[in-house]
């Protein structure tokens, strides 16, 4: 069940990675929230695309729920072990420093030990926390989306944004800020659950409440003046709400746009978002958010060959490393993950009909009628 509108949320990916890519790459001081939010972008759209596959595939007439999810979580395998490993065994073998957290990494759990331990060290994998986010979800949802009652998915999901939000209030009251504030999966669960929500309405005829598609750039303003306010001093009264508010005020206009261009924007910025350019770099998105940092590091380390700065944050070090990084991501979408990508075909969610009628058409060469393909051909 392709749509082909679907092409547009390529260019979202491109837009969320390029976020990531400034963020580390370019940005004044070593970082920028913009990162952060790229990041959360990529959340609201993998929460969206997850939730609204399992639902189409739950409302097939030959759906079983075993089948199901034993599809889901192979073809999420197909997608994300290959190169996610390919890299852990680089960075193993290349930085000795990176081997006392492998197995954590190797499981998924990267967030819990930059939160245990309170410090992004190894720096080369810190990216790595929010991979972790995306597995441990895909590990729990489909359970719920799958074999919950149909009727109260949406009210459990409303349930997860709320529980996430309310984590939000629990710091400001028991804790000092700390990096387990930000990485632990409640800290997400909010954004992932924002673009489950929006799945949810679209598989009962709805689309984003009018309040949300007539008021996000009001939001995007408040937070944009947010961001731009004094933080004021450690330990200050506006510290905790300001951070409340940068983290929970772009929830909205993600979730507006991500409608938006699911639904398939007309006009010029259809036509926009639509440039090849951008959908390229959307489909090779997980590719550059995975390499990126390795890639920095080598960078940085050819300075001497090099004859501009990359051992800093500017221009030098976005358009090397960053070229760099394309490049790379580039040949392995085409040599690596699009050609493993392809064996998702003995994975169908929903197996075909066993009628006599699909058999022969089956024999004659006619494609199965209920073989859901997949809608997260990039990084969902």
Known sequence: MVNARDIQLDTLRAIAVTLVLYSHFLAPGGSSFVGHLG??????????????????????TQFEAGPALRSFYARRMIRIFPPYFAVLGLVWLASEQSRASFAWHALYLSNFWYALHDDWTPWLLCHFWSLSIEEQFYLAWPLIVLLAPRRRIEAITIGVIAFSLAYRFYWPITADPALARDLLPPASMDALGCGALLAVRRARGVDAPQWMRLGWPVLTVVFLFVVWSDPGPANSAWEWPRWALVQVLPLVPMLAIVAAFSNGLGGALGRLAELPPLLGLGRISYGVYLYHSILLACAVRAQSWIPVNVSEQGPGRFLVAGTATLVVASLSWVLFEKPLNSLKRYFPYVAPSRQRGASEARRFGAAPALDLRPTDRSRP
Do not use: C, M, N, Q
């Open 39 to 60: 990041v959360r972008l990529f959340f609201v759209l993998s929460g969206f695309l997850i939730t609204r596959l399992l639902l189409e595939a739950r409302d097939a």
